[in-house]
């Protein structure tokens, strides 16, 4: 796969508003990029990641990571009673009332709705986030709180055609949806990790990578590489070993590929005071029981 030959997003989309979207099928697909320059103005988010504080849950300081939960269904198709009942269960362990919590549930109004596609999106609280140590044996079975994104990019239009891409590229019905805005710095005597867990998978159907900026980082680090799935076991070919440039949004099958980033390096130390950066997006689509947002909603994020 040439990386810097993108086809445009349009080409991918599995949904129409008339009609519920069909699903693709996962049992032939492994991975997929996009020029997301196409339909979003990513060197406008860029700006946004210096405010995102430094991640708690990484005690060397590299990383900064804030987060959003969203439930993105389309409107011809039935909802999964799963999310439903999830999101009503972590509410009331928030405290939140029955009439408060309902806003957030398929019988609402959603937040906004996608004219092209027929799907509609549902903001949903700052819920924390848990992977099984299965997935992540640094940080799996933890309980990690994180600062909400911004709103400015929240309510833009940009980052609502980001939400409907990735449902209408995958096609599915119903389903919550993790949005992680994440950087990844080094310095001139410190590199920075964009996986701490190594190679792994991150107990998903599907995951996509947005990138939204490289800035002083060396040109041969920071490198997504990916390796195929066997039986729940790592293979040991590349069959991705490519720097993903900034704008492109790439989708990988998260049942058949292992997925790793190389760590990233300062490229000039005369530049920045000696730091660079690596801004991504991180989507990942979830339905009962993977990965699901838990409760309560933490008091500092709300």
């Given at each position: 796969m040439n990386i810097n030959k993108f086809p445009e997003a349009k080409n991918f989309s599995r949904a129409t508003p008339d009609f519920p979207p069909v699903l693709l099928d996962l049992s032939t697909f492994l991975y997929e990029a996009i020029d997301a320059t196409k339909f979003i103005d990513v060197k406008d988010w860029g700006k946004y990641y210096d405010s995102i504080p430094v991640d708690p849950y990484i005690k060397e300081g590299y990383?900064?990571?804030?987060?959003?939960?969203?439930?993105?269904?389309?409107?011809?198709?039935?909802?999964?009673?799963?999310?439903?009942?999830?999101?009503?269960?972590?509410?009331?362990?928030?405290?939140?009332?029955?009439?408060?919590?309902?806003?957030?549930?398929?019988?609402?109004?959603?937040?906004?709705?996608?004219?092209?596609?027929?799907?509609?999106?549902w903001h949903l609280p700052q819920y924390a986030m848990q992977q099984s140590i299965k997935y992540n044996p640094v940080h799996g079975d933890m309980r990690r709180e994180y600062p909400r994104i911004s709103n400015k990019i929240i309510d833009s239009a940009d980052f609502h055609k980001l939400l409907t891409l990735y449902a209408a590229f995958f096609g599915w019905d119903d389903a919550i949806v993790l949005v992680q805005f994440q950087r990844v710095d080094c310095l001139a005597d410190r590199v920075g990790l964009p996986a701490v867990e190594g190679f792994h998978q991150d107990g998903n159907r599907h995951v996509g990578m947005l990138i939204?900026?490289?800035?002083?980082?060396?040109?041969?680090?920071?490198?997504?590489?990916?390796?195929?799935?066997?039986?729940?076991?790592?293979?040991?070919?590349?069959?991705?070993?490519?720097?993903?440039?900034?704008?492109?949004?790439?989708?990988?099958?998260?049942?058949?590929?292992?997925?790793?980033?190389?760590?990233?390096?300062?490229?000039?130390?005369?530049?920045?005071?000696?730091?660079?950066?690596?801004d991504i997006i991180i989507l990942s689509a979830k339905t009962p029981p993977a990965n699901m947002p838990m409760g309560p909603v933490p008091e500092q994020f709300r």
């Open positions: 990383r900064y990571k804030s987060i959003g939960w969203f439930r993105i269904k389309h409107e011809k198709a039935n909802a999964i009673e799963g999310i439903d009942d999830h999101i009503q269960t972590v509410n009331e362990l928030s405290g939140m009332s029955s009439d408060e919590s309902k806003q957030y549930l398929s019988s609402a109004s959603p937040t906004w709705c996608s004219e092209e596609t027929g799907y509609a999106c939204v900026n490289r800035d002083n980082v060396a040109a041969d680090s920071g490198v997504s590489q990916y390796v195929m799935d066997d039986n729940g076991k790592k293979t040991d070919e590349l069959i991705f070993d490519e720097v993903i440039p900034a704008g492109q949004l790439i989708f990988w099958n998260d049942k058949r590929v292992w997925h790793y980033g190389t760590e990233i390096k300062v490229a000039d130390a005369a530049v920045h005071g000696g730091r660079g950066v690596r």
